[in-house]
T-cell receptor
Framework: QVQLVQSGPEVKKPGASVKVSCKAS????????INWVRQAPGQGLEWMGW????????NYAQMLQGRVTMTTDKSSTRVFLELRSLRSDDTAIYYC????????????WGQGSLITVSS | SYVLTQPPSVSVAPGKTARITCGGN??????VHWYQQKPGQAPVVVIN???DRPSGIPERFSGSNSGNTATLTISRVEAGDEADYYC????????????FGTGTKVTVL
């Protein structure tokens, strides 16, 4: 069965960087884009961007341009999200989600990774 | 940028019908997807492409999309339907960005 398993919670100081991983299994890894979505405490869902696991192409939300990098490792079927220059308002649960087809819906989600930014 | 507006909350008695709206400019030209999110859990798609139900989603969930409003309808509401609901589209007019609605908390009275 399709599974997306994410790395564990982390606490970071303002200005630091964090790298979250998403391990995919149960399907052909390179056939689907992976998106990242975050959710601040008590807030709604915020789309961060996607990575094409076939060729590594990316598309990031404009508000994160310059601070975010998404990468993929086909050999381990993992996708990574790196966020730099962390601020307190980056505190959130970060989800990876599989896009069923281009510009469609997200049919499988990871369990979420809580990233806390605090001095 | 494209904006999707949802009511913050909807309250409904068990056995009644809940309707959650998602407003966006000419949203009928887009495919709308709906997610249910319960506390401490990841979102789950309950309606895709305006009105399709994924496998395992009860027939009580349905969707429609017309003009500037898409609607998620939950018939014969049960206590287990209490959750946050989000609509989602792709804004292909700009940089092909994904947009989520503001979210609606459904409370079962």
């Amino acid at each position: 069965q399709v599974q997306l398993v994410q790395s564990g919670p982390e606490v970071k100081k303002p200005g630091a960087s964090v790298k979250v991983s998403c391990k995919a299994s149960g399907y052909t890894f390179s056939s689907y884009r992976i998106n990242w979505v975050r959710q601040a405490p008590g807030q709604g869902l915020e789309w961060m961007g996607w990575i094409d696991t076939y060729d590594g192409n990316t598309n990031y939300a404009q508000m994160l341009q310059g601070r975010v990098t998404m990468t993929t490792d086909k050999s381990s079927t993992r996708v990574f999200l790196e966020l730099r220059s962390l601020r307190s308002d980056d505190t959130a649960i970060y989800y990876c989600a599989r896009e069923i087809r281009e510009e469609a819906y997200f049919d499988h989600w990871g369990q979420g990774s809580l990233i806390t930014v605090s001095s | 940028s494209y904006v999707l507006t949802q009511p913050p909350s909807v309250s409904v008695a068990p056995g009644k019908t809940a309707r959650i709206t998602c407003g966006g400019n000419n949203i009928e030209s887009k495919s709308v997807h709906w997610y249910q999110q319960k506390p401490g859990q990841a979102p789950v798609v309950v309606i895709n492409d305006d009105n399709d139900r994924p496998s395992g989603i009860p027939e009580r969930f349905s969707g429609s999309n017309s003009g500037n409003t898409a609607t998620l309808t939950i018939s014969r509401v049960e206590a287990g339907d209490e959750a946050d609901y989000y609509c989602q589209v792709w804004d292909t007019s700009s940089d092909h960005l994904c947009v989520f609605g503001t979210g609606t908390k459904v409370t079962v009275l």
